[in-house]
Protein backbone atom coordinates (compact mmCIF):
# COMPACT_ATOMS: atom_id res chain seq x y z
CA UNK A 1 0.00 0.00 0.00
CA UNK A 2 0.73 3.63 -0.64
CA UNK A 3 2.45 5.51 1.89
CA UNK A 4 2.41 8.86 -0.09
CA UNK A 5 -0.65 10.53 1.23
CA UNK A 6 -1.47 13.68 -0.85
CA UNK A 7 -0.44 17.15 1.33
CA UNK A 8 -2.55 19.65 3.23
CA UNK A 9 -3.06 22.17 0.57
CA UNK A 10 -2.93 25.25 3.08
CA UNK A 11 1.30 24.37 3.27
CA UNK A 12 1.65 23.08 0.08
CA UNK A 13 0.83 26.73 -1.41
CA UNK A 14 2.98 27.77 1.35
CA UNK A 15 5.62 26.32 -0.09
CA UNK A 16 6.29 28.38 -2.80
CA UNK A 17 7.52 26.18 -5.91
CA UNK A 18 9.94 29.14 -7.49
CA UNK A 19 12.03 29.57 -4.16
CA UNK A 20 12.38 25.76 -3.33
CA UNK A 21 15.35 25.38 -5.62
CA UNK A 22 17.61 28.34 -5.57
CA UNK A 23 21.10 26.82 -5.15
CA UNK A 24 22.95 23.16 -5.12
CA UNK A 25 22.26 23.56 -1.56
CA UNK A 26 18.23 23.75 -1.83
CA UNK A 27 18.54 20.24 -4.05
CA UNK A 28 21.06 18.90 -0.91
CA UNK A 29 18.61 19.91 1.77
CA UNK A 30 15.67 18.06 0.15
CA UNK A 31 17.55 14.60 -0.15
CA UNK A 32 19.37 14.65 2.79
CA UNK A 33 15.78 15.47 4.65
CA UNK A 34 14.21 12.81 3.03
CA UNK A 35 17.10 10.09 3.76
CA UNK A 36 16.51 11.15 7.35
CA UNK A 37 12.44 10.77 7.00
CA UNK A 38 13.45 7.69 6.06
CA UNK A 39 14.58 6.62 8.99
CA UNK A 40 19.07 6.28 7.42
CA UNK A 41 21.47 6.42 10.12
CA UNK A 42 24.18 6.67 6.93
CA UNK A 43 23.67 9.15 4.25
CA UNK A 44 26.61 9.89 1.46
CA UNK A 45 26.56 13.05 -0.17
CA UNK A 46 28.63 12.98 -3.52
CA UNK A 47 29.12 16.07 -5.42
CA UNK A 48 30.55 16.55 -9.34
CA UNK A 49 32.27 20.49 -9.47
CA UNK A 50 29.80 21.52 -6.11
CA UNK A 51 26.58 20.37 -6.79
CA UNK A 52 26.78 21.71 -10.57
CA UNK A 53 27.20 19.01 -12.34
CA UNK A 54 26.08 16.03 -10.30
CA UNK A 55 24.56 15.53 -6.87
CA UNK A 56 24.06 12.17 -5.52
CA UNK A 57 22.68 11.50 -2.10
CA UNK A 58 23.08 7.72 -0.73
CA UNK A 59 21.18 6.18 2.17
CA UNK A 60 20.37 3.49 3.98
CA UNK A 61 16.74 4.17 5.21
CA UNK A 62 13.38 1.97 4.35
CA UNK A 63 13.57 2.56 0.99
CA UNK A 64 10.24 2.93 -1.58
CA UNK A 65 8.34 0.70 -3.27
CA UNK A 66 8.16 1.13 -7.22
CA UNK A 67 4.48 2.69 -7.18
CA UNK A 68 5.71 5.14 -4.51
CA UNK A 69 8.78 5.79 -6.47
CA UNK A 70 6.83 6.92 -9.08
CA UNK A 71 4.39 8.76 -6.42
CA UNK A 72 7.50 10.77 -5.31
CA UNK A 73 7.56 12.87 -8.63
CA UNK A 74 4.03 14.08 -8.99
CA UNK A 75 3.15 17.60 -7.11
CA UNK A 76 1.54 17.90 -3.99
CA UNK A 77 2.97 13.92 -3.08
CA UNK A 78 4.28 13.67 0.60
CA UNK A 79 4.42 11.24 2.54
CA UNK A 80 2.38 12.11 5.57
CA UNK A 81 -0.16 15.00 6.56
CA UNK A 82 1.28 17.98 7.87
CA UNK A 83 0.69 21.62 9.02
CA UNK A 84 2.95 24.00 10.23
CA UNK A 85 2.43 23.32 13.97
CA UNK A 86 3.26 19.90 13.78
CA UNK A 87 6.67 20.48 12.64
CA UNK A 88 8.23 20.81 15.98
CA UNK A 89 6.06 18.43 17.18
CA UNK A 90 7.19 15.38 14.72
CA UNK A 91 10.80 13.80 14.25
CA UNK A 92 10.37 14.29 10.86
CA UNK A 93 11.37 17.32 8.42
CA UNK A 94 8.22 17.20 6.96
CA UNK A 95 9.04 18.47 3.20
CA UNK A 96 9.48 14.85 2.05
CA UNK A 97 8.76 14.54 -1.61
CA UNK A 98 7.36 18.37 -2.23
CA UNK A 99 10.42 19.56 -3.48
CA UNK A 100 11.37 16.42 -5.51
CA UNK A 101 8.72 17.35 -8.49
CA UNK A 102 10.34 20.64 -8.62
CA UNK A 103 14.03 19.42 -8.80
CA UNK A 104 12.47 16.82 -11.35
CA UNK A 105 11.67 19.31 -13.33
CA UNK A 106 15.00 21.36 -14.16
CA UNK A 107 17.42 18.75 -14.08
CA UNK A 108 18.11 14.55 -14.97
CA UNK A 109 17.52 12.46 -12.14
CA UNK A 110 18.09 8.84 -11.34
CA UNK A 111 16.17 7.50 -8.48
CA UNK A 112 17.50 3.97 -6.96
CA UNK A 113 15.47 2.53 -4.26
CA UNK A 114 14.30 -0.41 -2.78
CA UNK A 115 12.38 -1.87 0.48
CA UNK A 116 14.33 -5.02 0.71
CA UNK A 117 12.97 -7.50 -2.38
CA UNK A 118 12.73 -6.23 -5.48
CA UNK A 119 13.98 -2.73 -6.40
CA UNK A 120 13.06 0.30 -8.37
CA UNK A 121 14.87 2.35 -10.80
CA UNK A 122 13.19 5.74 -12.42
CA UNK A 123 14.98 7.69 -14.61
CA UNK A 124 13.35 11.77 -15.43
CA UNK A 125 14.61 14.12 -17.27
CA UNK A 126 12.86 17.86 -17.46
CA UNK A 127 10.07 16.39 -15.22
CA UNK A 128 9.45 13.53 -17.54
CA UNK A 129 9.72 10.08 -16.78
CA UNK A 130 11.65 8.55 -19.64
CA UNK A 131 12.22 4.69 -17.81
CA UNK A 132 11.43 2.54 -15.19
CA UNK A 133 13.09 -0.29 -14.88
CA UNK A 134 13.62 -3.50 -11.75
CA UNK A 135 16.88 -2.53 -10.09
CA UNK A 136 19.06 -4.40 -7.14
CA UNK A 137 17.27 -5.50 -3.52
CA UNK A 138 19.66 -2.94 -1.63
CA UNK A 139 17.73 -1.28 1.46
CA UNK A 140 17.37 2.72 0.62
CA UNK A 141 17.54 4.68 -1.45
CA UNK A 142 19.89 7.01 -3.95
CA UNK A 143 19.16 10.07 -5.94
CA UNK A 144 21.52 11.48 -8.44
CA UNK A 145 20.71 14.83 -9.55
CA UNK A 146 22.80 15.53 -13.04
CA UNK A 147 22.81 18.72 -14.63
CA UNK A 148 21.01 20.93 -12.32
CA UNK A 149 19.00 23.84 -14.77
CA UNK A 150 19.79 22.52 -17.81
CA UNK A 151 16.83 23.59 -19.59
CA UNK A 152 16.57 26.95 -17.87
CA UNK A 153 19.84 28.81 -18.61
CA UNK A 154 18.55 32.38 -17.16
CA UNK A 155 18.49 30.35 -13.47
CA UNK A 156 21.30 28.70 -14.01
CA UNK A 157 23.59 32.23 -14.19
CA UNK A 158 21.99 32.49 -10.39
CA UNK A 159 24.09 29.89 -9.45
CA UNK A 160 27.12 31.18 -7.27
CA UNK A 161 30.56 30.39 -7.96
CA UNK A 162 32.00 26.79 -7.52
CA UNK A 163 33.40 27.84 -4.30
CA UNK A 164 30.16 29.74 -2.75
CA UNK A 165 28.32 27.05 -3.35
CA UNK A 166 29.84 24.11 -2.07
CA UNK A 167 30.17 26.65 1.04
CA UNK A 168 26.48 26.32 1.37
CA UNK A 169 26.47 22.88 1.01
CA UNK A 170 29.18 22.23 3.42
CA UNK A 171 27.57 24.86 5.95
CA UNK A 172 24.23 22.93 5.55
CA UNK A 173 25.61 19.46 6.16
CA UNK A 174 27.75 20.89 9.22
CA UNK A 175 25.09 22.05 10.83
CA UNK A 176 22.63 18.91 9.94
CA UNK A 177 25.84 16.56 11.51
CA UNK A 178 25.26 18.64 14.69
CA UNK A 179 21.61 18.70 14.91
CA UNK A 180 21.45 14.09 13.58
CA UNK A 181 24.59 13.27 15.81
CA UNK A 182 23.70 9.41 15.75
CA UNK A 183 23.57 9.74 11.89
CA UNK A 184 26.59 9.40 10.04
CA UNK A 185 27.38 11.71 7.29
CA UNK A 186 30.00 11.62 4.91
CA UNK A 187 30.28 14.41 2.03
CA UNK A 188 32.28 14.52 -0.51
CA UNK A 189 33.50 16.62 -3.68
CA UNK A 190 35.38 15.87 -6.47
CA UNK A 191 36.34 12.79 -4.71
CA UNK A 192 37.79 14.65 -1.69
CA UNK A 193 35.89 14.23 1.69
CA UNK A 194 34.95 17.15 3.03
CA UNK A 195 33.45 15.55 6.63
CA UNK A 196 33.25 12.38 7.99
CA UNK A 197 30.97 12.02 11.36
CA UNK A 198 30.59 8.41 12.94
CA UNK A 199 27.00 8.52 13.95
CA UNK A 200 27.91 7.86 17.21
CA UNK A 201 25.22 10.47 19.08
CA UNK A 202 28.76 12.68 20.32
CA UNK A 203 28.52 16.38 19.53
CA UNK A 204 31.84 17.07 20.35
CA UNK A 205 33.08 14.36 17.73
CA UNK A 206 31.13 16.25 15.40
CA UNK A 207 32.76 19.67 16.39
CA UNK A 208 36.35 17.68 15.75
CA UNK A 209 34.98 16.68 12.10
CA UNK A 210 34.07 20.38 11.32
CA UNK A 211 36.62 22.72 13.48
CA UNK A 212 39.45 19.88 13.89
CA UNK A 213 41.70 19.36 17.19
CA UNK A 214 42.40 22.44 17.78
CA UNK A 215 39.15 23.59 18.34
CA UNK A 216 37.49 21.02 20.02
CA UNK A 217 40.20 20.63 22.57
CA UNK A 218 39.34 24.64 23.23
CA UNK A 219 35.47 23.95 23.36
CA UNK A 220 33.92 24.51 27.33
CA UNK A 221 30.50 21.71 28.00
CA UNK A 222 27.89 23.82 29.32
CA UNK A 223 24.94 22.26 30.66
CA UNK A 224 21.94 24.09 32.90
CA UNK A 225 18.54 24.27 32.96
CA UNK A 226 15.16 26.36 34.98
CA UNK A 227 11.39 25.42 35.06
CA UNK A 228 11.10 25.31 31.26
CA UNK A 229 14.14 24.95 29.60
CA UNK A 230 17.47 22.98 29.31
CA UNK A 231 20.47 23.85 27.73
CA UNK A 232 23.48 21.96 27.09
CA UNK A 233 26.07 21.28 24.32
CA UNK A 234 29.19 23.40 23.68
CA UNK A 235 30.88 26.91 23.87
CA UNK A 236 34.60 28.25 22.65
CA UNK A 237 37.37 29.48 25.11
CA UNK A 238 37.16 32.63 24.10
CA UNK A 239 41.09 32.59 22.23
CA UNK A 240 39.40 31.07 19.59
CA UNK A 241 36.89 33.52 17.72
CA UNK A 242 35.58 33.80 14.23
CA UNK A 243 35.02 37.01 12.11
CA UNK A 244 31.34 36.41 11.70
CA UNK A 245 28.42 35.10 13.16
CA UNK A 246 27.81 31.74 11.48
CA UNK A 247 29.24 29.84 13.85
CA UNK A 248 26.85 30.56 16.63
CA UNK A 249 24.74 27.65 16.20
CA UNK A 250 21.65 27.34 18.49
CA UNK A 251 19.15 24.14 18.16
CA UNK A 252 15.94 24.17 19.13
CA UNK A 253 14.73 20.39 20.01
CA UNK A 254 17.52 18.83 17.59
CA UNK A 255 16.73 21.41 15.08
CA UNK A 256 19.02 24.09 14.12
CA UNK A 257 17.76 27.62 14.31
CA UNK A 258 19.04 31.05 13.29
CA UNK A 259 17.72 33.98 16.57
CA UNK A 260 19.22 37.22 16.66
CA UNK A 261 18.22 37.89 19.92
CA UNK A 262 20.18 34.61 21.15
CA UNK A 263 23.16 35.50 19.33
CA UNK A 264 23.32 38.85 20.75
CA UNK A 265 22.49 36.90 24.53
CA UNK A 266 25.71 34.70 23.27
CA UNK A 267 27.59 37.37 22.24
CA UNK A 268 27.12 39.53 25.41
CA UNK A 269 28.04 36.79 27.81
CA UNK A 270 31.53 37.11 26.02
CA UNK A 271 31.73 41.00 26.56
CA UNK A 272 35.19 42.11 27.11
CA UNK A 273 36.37 38.48 26.78
CA UNK A 274 37.07 38.69 23.19
CA UNK A 275 36.94 42.09 20.77
CA UNK A 276 33.93 43.21 19.75
CA UNK A 277 33.99 42.18 16.38
CA UNK A 278 34.98 38.52 16.80
CA UNK A 279 32.43 35.81 17.67
CA UNK A 280 32.85 32.03 19.85
CA UNK A 281 32.37 29.35 18.41
CA UNK A 282 28.98 27.49 20.27
CA UNK A 283 26.90 24.65 19.67
CA UNK A 284 23.90 25.05 22.02
CA UNK A 285 21.00 22.53 21.84
CA UNK A 286 18.05 23.98 23.82
CA UNK A 287 15.67 21.68 25.14
CA UNK A 288 11.95 23.26 25.56
CA UNK A 289 8.05 21.78 25.21
CA UNK A 290 7.35 22.50 21.72
CA UNK A 291 4.13 24.65 23.62
CA UNK A 292 5.99 26.88 24.44
CA UNK A 293 7.50 28.27 21.10
CA UNK A 294 6.20 29.33 17.76
CA UNK A 295 7.62 28.66 14.60
CA UNK A 296 7.06 30.52 11.37
CA UNK A 297 8.76 28.22 9.07
CA UNK A 298 9.51 28.93 5.24
CA UNK A 299 11.28 26.64 2.93
CA UNK A 300 14.12 28.39 3.18
CA UNK A 301 14.76 30.01 6.22
CA UNK A 302 13.28 29.05 9.85
CA UNK A 303 12.00 31.80 12.32
CA UNK A 304 11.13 31.33 16.07
CA UNK A 305 9.93 32.86 19.18
CA UNK A 306 9.67 31.75 22.81
CA UNK A 307 7.73 32.29 25.58
CA UNK A 308 9.35 33.07 28.35
CA UNK A 309 12.17 34.45 27.16
CA UNK A 310 13.52 36.06 29.43
CA UNK A 311 13.66 32.75 31.43
CA UNK A 312 16.07 31.46 28.52
CA UNK A 313 18.27 34.85 27.78
CA UNK A 314 19.04 34.55 31.42
CA UNK A 315 19.87 30.78 31.84
CA UNK A 316 21.93 31.01 28.95
CA UNK A 317 23.95 34.47 29.85
CA UNK A 318 24.47 33.02 33.26
CA UNK A 319 25.73 29.50 32.14
CA UNK A 320 28.36 31.02 29.87
CA UNK A 321 29.37 33.31 31.78
CA UNK A 322 29.51 30.65 34.88
CA UNK A 323 31.69 28.47 32.68
CA UNK A 324 33.97 31.69 31.40
CA UNK A 325 34.51 32.11 34.96
CA UNK A 326 35.50 28.87 36.72
CA UNK A 327 38.15 27.86 33.90
CA UNK A 328 41.82 28.51 33.10
CA UNK A 329 41.36 30.61 30.14
CA UNK A 330 45.45 31.64 29.43
CA UNK A 331 46.14 30.69 26.17
CA UNK A 332 48.74 28.12 25.52
CA UNK A 333 50.87 29.00 22.82
CA UNK A 334 52.13 26.29 20.59
CA UNK A 335 53.76 25.82 17.55
CA UNK A 336 52.13 24.68 14.66
CA UNK A 337 53.19 21.27 13.40
CA UNK A 338 52.49 21.22 10.02
CA UNK A 339 50.02 23.70 8.14
CA UNK A 340 46.76 22.30 8.27
CA UNK A 341 44.17 24.17 6.34
CA UNK A 342 40.95 23.15 7.32
CA UNK A 343 38.63 23.39 4.28
CA UNK A 344 35.89 23.48 6.89
CA UNK A 345 36.92 26.27 8.35
CA UNK A 346 37.47 28.10 4.55
CA UNK A 347 34.09 26.82 3.67
CA UNK A 348 32.29 28.50 6.82
CA UNK A 349 34.31 31.83 7.07
CA UNK A 350 33.32 32.42 3.07
CA UNK A 351 30.08 30.78 2.72
CA UNK A 352 28.74 34.52 3.01
CA UNK A 353 30.73 35.68 0.16
CA UNK A 354 29.90 35.08 -3.54
CA UNK A 355 32.74 36.13 -5.33
CA UNK A 356 35.79 33.84 -4.54
CA UNK A 357 35.79 31.54 -7.59
CA UNK A 358 39.04 29.71 -7.00
CA UNK A 359 40.21 27.60 -4.34
CA UNK A 360 43.57 26.29 -3.77
CA UNK A 361 42.46 22.39 -3.80
CA UNK A 362 45.98 21.75 -3.22
CA UNK A 363 45.85 23.21 0.16
CA UNK A 364 43.27 21.24 1.37
CA UNK A 365 43.65 18.79 3.87
CA UNK A 366 42.43 14.81 3.23
CA UNK A 367 40.42 13.04 5.10
CA UNK A 368 41.83 13.58 8.45
CA UNK A 369 39.88 11.43 11.08
CA UNK A 370 42.53 8.63 11.15
CA UNK A 371 45.28 10.61 12.40
CA UNK A 372 43.25 12.74 15.20
CA UNK A 373 40.96 9.16 16.04
CA UNK A 374 42.89 8.91 19.80
CA UNK A 375 43.42 12.67 20.46
CA UNK A 376 39.18 12.74 20.20
CA UNK A 377 39.12 10.29 22.44
CA UNK A 378 41.47 11.90 25.07
CA UNK A 379 39.62 15.03 25.03
CA UNK A 380 36.02 13.04 25.32
CA UNK A 381 37.36 11.78 28.60
CA UNK A 382 38.68 14.94 30.01
CA UNK A 383 35.48 16.45 29.48
CA UNK A 384 33.74 13.85 31.45
CA UNK A 385 35.93 14.71 34.40
CA UNK A 386 36.42 18.80 34.21
CA UNK A 387 34.04 19.79 37.39
CA UNK A 388 36.56 21.67 39.40
CA UNK A 389 37.24 25.36 39.25
CA UNK A 390 40.38 25.80 38.21
CA UNK A 391 42.95 28.44 39.52
CA UNK A 392 42.70 32.17 37.48
CA UNK A 393 46.10 32.87 37.44
CA UNK A 394 48.81 30.16 39.21
CA UNK A 395 51.20 31.54 41.47
CA UNK A 396 54.42 32.45 38.81
CA UNK A 397 57.23 34.51 39.10
CA UNK A 398 58.72 37.46 37.49
CA UNK A 399 61.61 37.36 35.84
CA UNK A 400 62.17 40.28 33.59
CA UNK A 401 60.55 42.71 31.45
CA UNK A 402 61.01 42.35 27.21
CA UNK A 403 60.97 45.83 25.35
CA UNK A 404 59.80 47.37 28.00
CA UNK A 405 56.45 46.06 27.47
CA UNK A 406 55.60 41.80 28.12
CA UNK A 407 56.38 41.08 31.50
CA UNK A 408 58.17 37.33 31.41
CA UNK A 409 57.42 35.09 34.51
CA UNK A 410 57.94 31.63 35.15
CA UNK A 411 56.77 28.83 37.08
CA UNK A 412 57.24 24.95 37.49
CA UNK A 413 54.57 24.50 34.37
CA UNK A 414 56.70 26.93 32.33
CA UNK A 415 56.68 30.79 31.24
CA UNK A 416 54.35 33.19 30.80
CA UNK A 417 54.42 36.74 29.05
CA UNK A 418 51.98 39.19 30.36
CA UNK A 419 51.21 42.60 28.39
CA UNK A 420 51.77 44.90 30.69
CA UNK A 421 49.53 47.81 29.41
CA UNK A 422 46.54 45.07 28.61
CA UNK A 423 47.23 43.83 32.07
CA UNK A 424 46.92 47.05 33.78
CA UNK A 425 44.28 48.06 31.49
CA UNK A 426 41.86 45.08 32.61
CA UNK A 427 42.78 45.89 36.54
CA UNK A 428 41.69 49.47 36.49
CA UNK A 429 38.50 49.08 34.30
CA UNK A 430 36.94 46.03 36.97
CA UNK A 431 38.29 48.62 39.50
CA UNK A 432 36.45 52.13 37.74
CA UNK A 433 33.67 49.51 36.29
CA UNK A 434 33.36 48.65 40.34
CA UNK A 435 33.22 52.56 41.91
CA UNK A 436 31.21 53.68 39.01
CA UNK A 437 28.77 51.30 40.25
CA UNK A 438 28.74 52.17 43.75
CA UNK A 439 29.10 55.53 43.83
CA UNK A 440 30.21 56.93 47.11
CA UNK A 441 29.12 60.44 48.46
CA UNK A 442 32.93 61.24 49.54
CA UNK A 443 33.71 63.88 46.94
CA UNK A 444 36.93 65.67 46.40
CA UNK A 445 37.48 69.31 46.36
CA UNK A 446 39.68 70.63 44.11
CA UNK A 447 42.09 73.49 44.73
CA UNK A 448 41.12 75.30 41.40
CA UNK A 449 38.32 73.99 39.96
CA UNK A 450 38.03 73.12 36.35
CA UNK A 451 36.19 74.97 33.68
CA UNK A 452 35.07 73.42 30.82
CA UNK A 453 34.09 75.33 27.39
CA UNK A 454 31.90 73.04 24.82
CA UNK A 455 30.69 74.03 21.40
CA UNK A 456 26.95 75.19 21.35
CA UNK A 457 25.12 72.14 20.31
CA UNK A 458 27.23 69.73 23.18
CA UNK A 459 26.80 72.44 26.32
CA UNK A 460 23.49 72.04 25.51
CA UNK A 461 23.10 67.99 25.42
CA UNK A 462 25.41 68.42 29.07
CA UNK A 463 23.34 71.05 30.45
CA UNK A 464 20.31 68.59 30.27
CA UNK A 465 21.96 65.96 31.73
CA UNK A 466 24.04 68.01 34.44
CA UNK A 467 22.07 65.83 36.92
CA UNK A 468 23.90 62.34 35.27
CA UNK A 469 26.82 64.32 36.12
CA UNK A 470 25.61 65.19 40.17
CA UNK A 471 24.84 61.68 40.84
CA UNK A 472 28.21 60.67 40.00
CA UNK A 473 29.44 63.36 42.87
CA UNK A 474 30.75 65.55 40.50
CA UNK A 475 29.99 68.78 41.75
CA UNK A 476 28.90 70.79 38.69
CA UNK A 477 27.04 74.16 37.58
CA UNK A 478 26.94 76.62 34.38
CA UNK A 479 29.67 79.39 34.27
CA UNK A 480 28.50 81.95 31.78
CA UNK A 481 28.56 80.53 27.77
CA UNK A 482 28.85 77.38 26.90
CA UNK A 483 30.94 76.58 30.43
CA UNK A 484 30.42 74.40 32.89
CA UNK A 485 32.67 74.96 36.17
CA UNK A 486 33.22 71.30 38.44
CA UNK A 487 34.42 72.30 41.92
CA UNK A 488 34.53 68.80 43.29
CA UNK A 489 34.74 65.08 42.02
CA UNK A 490 34.17 60.96 43.23
CA UNK A 491 37.02 59.78 44.97
CA UNK A 492 37.77 57.29 41.98
CA UNK A 493 38.75 59.75 39.94
CA UNK A 494 42.64 59.48 39.21
CA UNK A 495 45.01 62.82 40.29
CA UNK A 496 46.57 64.23 37.83
CA UNK A 497 44.05 63.31 35.48
CA UNK A 498 41.00 64.60 36.48
CA UNK A 499 40.52 67.62 33.58
CA UNK A 500 41.20 64.73 30.83
CA UNK A 501 38.77 62.33 32.56
CA UNK A 502 36.19 64.81 32.87
CA UNK A 503 35.98 65.75 29.29
CA UNK A 504 36.04 62.07 28.35
CA UNK A 505 32.94 61.42 30.62
CA UNK A 506 31.06 64.63 28.69
CA UNK A 507 32.70 63.47 25.45
CA UNK A 508 30.15 59.94 26.56
CA UNK A 509 27.55 61.70 27.67
CA UNK A 510 27.06 63.50 24.64
CA UNK A 511 28.05 60.21 22.20
CA UNK A 512 25.62 58.41 24.31
CA UNK A 513 22.10 61.12 24.89
CA UNK A 514 20.19 59.35 22.81
CA UNK A 515 20.11 56.06 23.80
CA UNK A 516 21.47 56.29 27.45
CA UNK A 517 21.78 53.21 29.60
CA UNK A 518 23.66 53.90 32.76
CA UNK A 519 25.40 50.30 32.54
CA UNK A 520 26.54 51.43 28.81
CA UNK A 521 27.59 55.14 30.13
CA UNK A 522 29.53 53.69 32.74
CA UNK A 523 31.05 51.02 30.79
CA UNK A 524 32.25 53.75 28.11
CA UNK A 525 34.11 55.47 30.79
CA UNK A 526 35.44 52.50 32.57
CA UNK A 527 36.91 51.45 29.30
CA UNK A 528 38.11 54.86 27.95
CA UNK A 529 39.71 56.04 31.48
CA UNK A 530 41.39 52.29 32.29
CA UNK A 531 43.53 52.44 28.88
CA UNK A 532 44.16 56.07 29.57
CA UNK A 533 45.77 55.36 32.99
CA UNK A 534 48.00 52.33 31.77
CA UNK A 535 51.12 51.78 31.99
CA UNK A 536 52.23 52.68 28.49
CA UNK A 537 54.24 49.83 26.21
CA UNK A 538 57.91 51.12 26.49
CA UNK A 539 57.63 52.01 30.27
CA UNK A 540 59.95 50.13 32.42
CA UNK A 541 58.48 49.18 35.90
CA UNK A 542 60.45 47.78 38.84
CA UNK A 543 60.30 43.84 39.77
CA UNK A 544 58.25 44.62 42.80
CA UNK A 545 56.14 46.80 40.64
CA UNK A 546 55.63 43.72 38.04
CA UNK A 547 55.07 41.79 41.29
CA UNK A 548 52.15 43.87 42.36
CA UNK A 549 50.44 43.63 38.59
CA UNK A 550 50.13 39.96 38.67
CA UNK A 551 48.78 39.93 42.40
CA UNK A 552 46.51 42.57 41.02
CA UNK A 553 45.25 40.86 37.71
CA UNK A 554 45.13 37.73 39.95
CA UNK A 555 41.94 39.59 41.56
CA UNK A 556 40.17 39.81 38.42
CA UNK A 557 37.13 38.68 37.53
CA UNK A 558 38.87 38.18 34.43
CA UNK A 559 42.21 38.59 34.47
CA UNK A 560 42.63 37.09 30.59
CA UNK A 561 41.72 39.79 28.68
CA UNK A 562 41.92 43.62 28.50
CA UNK A 563 38.26 45.41 28.33
CA UNK A 564 38.88 45.53 24.49
CA UNK A 565 39.07 41.44 24.54
CA UNK A 566 42.76 40.66 23.90
CA UNK A 567 45.10 38.59 25.75
CA UNK A 568 46.50 39.84 28.87
CA UNK A 569 48.80 36.73 29.31
CA UNK A 570 49.71 33.98 27.17
CA UNK A 571 51.66 30.60 28.37
CA UNK A 572 54.43 28.25 26.98
CA UNK A 573 54.41 25.06 28.61
CA UNK A 574 57.83 23.52 29.73
CA UNK A 575 57.22 20.66 27.04
CA UNK A 576 56.01 23.52 24.08
CA UNK A 577 59.37 25.35 24.91
CA UNK A 578 61.55 21.96 24.66
CA UNK A 579 59.62 21.14 21.61
CA UNK A 580 60.34 24.67 20.16
CA UNK A 581 63.96 23.87 20.60
CA UNK A 582 63.56 20.35 19.59
CA UNK A 583 64.87 18.86 22.94
CA UNK A 584 62.06 16.62 22.71
CA UNK A 585 60.92 15.52 19.30
ZN1 LIG B 1 44.63 50.39 25.81
ZN1 LIG C 1 42.77 47.05 25.59
Known sequence: MSIIKVMDQRLANKIAAGEVVE????????????????????????????????????????????????????????????????LFNITSLGFRGEALPSIASISE???????????????????????????????????????????????????????????????YINKIALSYTDISFTLINDNKVILKTDGSDNQLKVINEIYGIDV?????????????????????????????????????????VRNIELNRVINDAYHTYKPEDKYPIVVINIGVDPTLIDVNIHPTKMDIKFSKFDALKELLKNEIKFKLNSINLIPNVKLKEDKYVSYQELSLDLSRTDNINTIDTASIVEDSTEVYHNDINLILEEHNETAKIEDKIPEMYPVGLVKGTYIVCQNELGMYLIDQHAAKERINYEYYLKSLGNPKSDAIT????????????????????????????????????????????????????????IRKICDILVLKEKYFDVEKFNESIAITISCKL???????????????LIDDLRL??????CPHGRPTIIFYSNYDLEKLFKRSM
Open 23 to 86: KCVSVVKELVENSIDAGAKKIKIELIESGIREIKVTDDGVGMNSEDAKLAFLPHATSKLITDDD
Open 109 to 171: ITLKTSTGSVGTIIHLKGGNMESVEAGDARIGTTVTVNNLFFNTPARLKHLGSLYSELANITD
Open 216 to 256: AKKMIEIKASNDDYEISGYISKPEITKSNRNHLITLVNGRV
Open 446 to 501: MLIPITIEFPYNEFLIVKQNLDILKRMYFDVEELGTNTLIFRSHPIWLPEGYEEDA
Open 534 to 548: AIKANENISHSEMET
Open 556 to 561: CQNPYT
